[in-house]
């Protein structure tokens, strides 16, 4: 990127978020209605997909200016535009890189506005850290595949008008590769949503069920029976989108996105509260995450393998809401809400166990990092080179 281009796009950037933004949100409410009008304000400002061709929607800019976006955007971004997630940060980057011209021509354009939200449909019930053992499945019959099956812990399927799925094509073929990827679009007969209600009150999940549902031909994400890896390099991006690169919601700003732990001088403002700043075990912990957030910023601006991140983010939202469990709740989650301040705290310390979870437990992260990253031998396994359909239904 040439100098002059760097400070053109410095100056839409800052435009955007000191004027431009607060004017297009002012008096707009509803977290849903909040999203849509600030995905499409940066889509309308030419901020939005930096990295992505022009034909797509994108500014078929390089990475370097999509870094400064990121730099320079980071703190700004409203909470609400957690609400795409999935779509922005996981599925459109590995449609753009793998998916054949067709679908990008369909679908990528209205992701990166915003007029489509997306979700995820890989976990099942009988498939989560050993994905590859998922069941649902796709058959070609003519221009359209046919899918059935059954997902669940599906975030924002309810809202969602298409889906990036996983889908087992060869049942002959081991576990591993008689997979693919492909878009669903989500709202079309054939598929039920059904909310899942957690503990926190919320329905941020769902099940799905999917009895004959169709998706064009050409809309696969890699070739036939590739999956396994258009699905490797999908959780890549989500576990950085998960661990601490996501971590740039405005300061100050209680988001109830299930992301981002409690920033310390909530905390620290609550302990004052309680009168317990001065008591010197709530001093430690105060310390420890304090050290912690600033570990997550020091990885956040080297780089770092995203399953670091997202350890490091779950330990940091843990801790934090232990703390806050600590002085706001003797009594633990069991809380009685007087204000607002005690519902946020509550939500947190119910919401942060789902962390450890959602984008893959910690002790797969740990896997990953013991075989990829330190070159340790891999898990051993029976199944590998076994035809899945061969496999015994409890492996399955
Ligand atoms: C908030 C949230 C949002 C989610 N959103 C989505 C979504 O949008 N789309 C989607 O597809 N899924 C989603 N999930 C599902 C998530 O990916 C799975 O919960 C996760 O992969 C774990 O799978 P599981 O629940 O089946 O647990 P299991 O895989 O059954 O694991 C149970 C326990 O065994 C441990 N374990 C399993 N295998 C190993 C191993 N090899 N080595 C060591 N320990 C092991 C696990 O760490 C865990 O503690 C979401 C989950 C949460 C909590």
Redesign the pocket.
Known sequence: MCAVLQTSLTDRINTFFGTTLPDVLGGVDGRMQRAKVWRAALFDAGLAGIDYPTELGGQGLDDKAQALYTELSAGRIPPENAIFG?GIGMALPVVRDHGSEVLKAAVVRNGLRGDDIW?????EPGA???LASLSTKATLDGDEWIVSGQ?V???GADHSQQAILLARTDPNAPKHRGITMFVLPMEQQGIAVRPLRQMTGES??NEVFIDEARIPKEWVVGDVNDGWRMAVALLAHERVQTGVASMTGAPGTRSRN?RVPIPVQDLIDLARNKGQLGNALVRQDLARLHTGAEIMRYLREQGTHPSIGKLWRTRQGRGGAELAGTLSFPAGPAWVEGSIDDAWFSFQILNCR?MS????????QR?TLGERALGLPR?PSMDKNVPFRDLKSSAR
């Open positions: 999935i979700c995820q449909l890989y976990s989560g850290s050993d997902k812990w599906t975030s941020e999940f299930g789902g979870l959602g984008g893959g437990t910690d002790e797969i896997n898990e």
